[in-house]
C-alpha cells in the first residue's frame, strides 16, 4: 500500500492530503506539522485577530471529524528532522520527538519562516513577529494592553501595514518605518505606492520612509534572567522613536533543509516545474516553499516563489494530481489580497516585468485600479475598493484576454465590457 | 446548534450541524462539503462562496451588504435574484438553512 508523507500541516499540505482523497487515492496519509495548533488559516492573524475580532476556533481549516473521515492522520506539534530514501523513492522520516514514519510518496509543504531581524535589541520584552499562531497569540493581548499605547512597525509591506492598521483601529500611536523609499515596493508600482502612503497617513499613521534601523532600544532587566522592556527604535542618524510595542514585518525565508538534505534543487526555494514535481522527478513541493516556472505566459519568464493562500492551494492540487501519476500542470491566475482598515486591496495576476501601467479612476476617492501592461498587454492589476473590477480582470486574465490600455482609464465604459482577446506571441 | 442543508448543482444533499457565529461558507469548508471553495476565508475578497438561497430561508438571510453586491456580479456562474456569498451568512442559534451550490466557482 502507498504511504503518502506530508511534511506541513498548513493550507498547502491540508488541500493536498484534500485532493489525493477526492482523486480516489486510498493509500495512507500522514500529515505532520511543526505547530502544536490543528491546521489554521494564516491571513486572518494580521487582520481580524489583531483587533481581537476571532477566537482560535474561527481560524481552523478543517474540523477534526473531517481529518476521522477521511483517515488522514495528522501529527502536529513534532518536526520531520531527517529523511532517508531509496532508489525506489520510498524511505523513512525521523521526527524530533522520535517518531519513525515510513513512507512510499514524500510532499514538501514546508512553507517559510519568518525573516528575523539581525539587530541589537530583538530580544525585549513588547518585540513582535507576526507569522504564526503563538506569534498572533502573544501579539494579540499585548496590543489590548492599554500600557502599549506607542506602537512601532517595522516594515512596509503588506504585514506590516495590516498591523499598522490594526493597531490604529484600537485607538494606538503607530509609527511604521520602511528601509526603502516606498510602500509594498516589492510588489506594487508607484501609484498603489503612493496611495497606501496617503491613505495610511489619512488615518493617523505615522509612516517614515527609507529609514535605516540601528538597534531596538529598552531598558535592562532589574532581576537575573529576566528580558528588559522595548523603548523605541534607534534610527542610523541618531533619530529615537518611542515604543512600548515594537512589531516586525519584514518578510519571509522559504523553509528548504530538509529540501537540501535530500539533494534536492533549490535556488530561493524548492524549485518545481509547472507539475509541482522538484528535480528527483518524484517529490513533490507545494506552497510559500516552492518556487516554479513563471506560470503567467505574457509575463516574464523565469521562477517565481509565490506567497498566497490561492497560489497554495492550486500548487497543492497539481502535486496531489502529479503524485498519484495524472498529468496535471498548474494554470492559474495567481491573486493577493490585503485588508487593511477599511481598505481592501484585491491584486490578479504577477505584474513583474511590466513596462507600462495605467491608473484607472481617482485614488483620492479611495477606488481605483491600476492595470499593468507588458507589450500592451494586460498582466496583472491592483484594486483597491474595486472587487467587481478585481473580478473580471482576474476572469479576463483567465481567458487570455487584455483591455488596450486607452480604454482601460475610461472609467465611463464599464470595465468589463471592454476586455478584447489577447492570443499569446508564440516565438518562431 | 444550527443545521445547514446544502445541495449540490447535481442535486446530492449534505447536512452539517454548524457552529452559531460561523458563515455557512466556513461550515461547508470545516466539513469538506463540495461546491464551495472559499479561498479567501472569508473576508470577502474571492467570490468562490457563491449561493443560491432557498426560498425557505430567503427571509432568515436577507439581501447582501453593497460590497457583496458588487462582488455578485463576478461569480463564476451568473448571479441570480437569490445569490449570496456565504461567507456573510452567520448562522444563528437554532436556525436550518437551505442553500444551493453552483455548478462552478472558480
Known sequence: METTLIVGACQAGVQLAATLRDLGDSGAIVMVGEEAHRPYQRPPLSKGWLKGELEPDDVILRTRQWFDDRDIELIAGDRVVTIHRDDTGAGVAHTLGGRRIPFTRLALTTGASVRRLTLPGTDYRGVHYLRDADDAIALGPALAEPSAQRVVVIGGGFIGLEAAAAARQLGKDVTLVEGTGRLIGRVVAEPTSAFYLAAHRRRGTEIVLGARLERILGVDASAAGRRGSVTGVELDDGRIIPADLVVIGIGVLPRVELAVQLGLEVDGGIVVDASCLASDGRTVAAGDCAVMPNPYPAGLGGRVRIESVNNALEQAKVAAATLLGEDATYSTVPWFWSDQADLKLQIAGLSAGYDAVVVRGDPDTERFTVLYYRDDRLIAADCVNQPAEFLAIKQALAKGQTIPPEAAADTSVRLKQSFVDAPVAVAS | ?106
Do not use: W
Open chain 2, 1 to 106: 446548534m444550527s443545521t445547514v442543508v446544502y445541495t449540490a448543482d447535481d442535486g446530492t444533499t449534505t447536512t452539517i450541524e454548524g457552529r452559531p457565529g460561523d458563515s455557512v461558507m466556513e461550515t461547508a469548508v470545516r466539513n469538506g462539503v463540495p461546491g464551495i471553495v472559499g479561498e479567501c476565508g472569508g473576508s470577502l475578497s474571492c467570490a468562490t462562496c457563491h449561493v443560491f438561497v432557498a426560498p425557505e430561508t430567503v427571509d432568515l438571510v436577507g439581501g447582501p451588504g453593497d460590497l457583496e453586491d458588487e462582488m455578485l456580479d463576478g461569480t463564476a456562474v451568473e448571479r441570480r435574484e437569490n445569490s449570496r456569498l456565504s461567507c456573510q451568512i452567520k448562522l444563528q442559534d437554532g436556525c436550518e438553512y437551505h442553500v444551493t451550490t453552483p455548478s462552478e466557482q472558480l
